[in-house]
């Protein structure tokens, strides 16, 4: 492949959406009220469309034939490239927008750093991209503080969910090595330089919402490497099906 390492560094961009989007997508028609269902359903079609962009861009990079689909639908478990956050399951409402909201912190300051790229296709998704992310940024962090500031069992829950899954945060920050050459060449975005004011943010709106901030100093990592944990094989299983059980399919 003429460029392996920009092929890598698109797909550990575009995994987190895509994995997200698919456990998104698993409420439809059960989220806890239509509004609510109906908001979580869109921001999951909204990162499946960033997903369709980048895809189509890494399509084009690894210049053999394959599509996106091909690279959504096709590739073995440990050839995602996903943080482990992203894959954690739909426990309850409030593991969902603790989820959500750790993520959408993280993705609103890459996408922000993203646009800067000199990558001018990189650029340009970026640009598109980040009116939806605001959005999910707003939704997610609104949420916090409605079940934290909210009745006592919706603040017993949201807590637990941010504690539990608070240890999956530190790799959004971890560089591969694909990471390290695109930011070398000006294409990749540095995380590393956004951890501190990703906390701060964070930290920030738990406060608000009345949330102790986890103090917990063990992280998990392996997802970026794809090593992942025992949720993902169930999510592909779901994702893949019909691409497996009928090769060379088109709509």
């Excluded at 970026?224 to 949720?231: D, P, R, V």
Aim: glycine share 6%; hydrophobic share 35%.
């Amino acid at each position: 492949m003429k460029n392996e390492n920009l092929y890598q560094y698109i797909l550990g961009i575009a995994d987190n959406s895509l994995i997200l989007g698919q456990r998104l997508g698993e409420l439809c028609g059960h989220g806890p009220s239509l509004e609510t269902d109906i908001a979580c359903t869109n921001i999951s079609l909204d990162l499946f469309g960033q997903v369709r962009s980048y895809f189509q861009y890494a399509g084009k990079v690894a210049g053999d034939g394959r599509t996106e689909d091909d690279i959504a639908m096709l590739r073995k478990e440990r050839e995602y490239l996903n943080v482990l956050l992203v894959e954690q399951p739909n426990t309850n409402f409030a593991y969902t927008i603790a989820r959500q909201f750790l993520f959408d912190a993280y993705h609103l300051m890459f996408l922000e750093e993203l646009q800067k790229s000199s990558d001018l296709t990189l650029s340009a998704i970026a640009n598109k991209c980040i009116k939806e992310v605001r959005y999910h940024e707003r939704f997610s962090s609104d949420w916090i503080k409605r079940l934290g500031d909210g009745t006592e069992e919706s603040k017993i829950k949201i807590q637990e969910a941010i504690n539990d899954l608070w240890p999956y945060t530190d790799e959004l920050f971890h560089q591969t090595e694909a990471d390290k050459v695109m930011v070398s060449e000006g294409i990749g975005v540095d995380v590393t330089k956004l951890k501190d004011t990703y906390y701060n943010n964070v930290s920030s709106v738990l406060e608000e919402a009345t949330l102790e901030v986890p103090e917990s100093k063990y992280f998990q990592k392996g997802g970026k490497k794809g090593i992942h944990t025992e949720h993902l094989g169930y999510i592909l299983a779901e994702l893949q099906y019909m691409q497996r059980t009928y090769p060379n399919m088109e709509w």
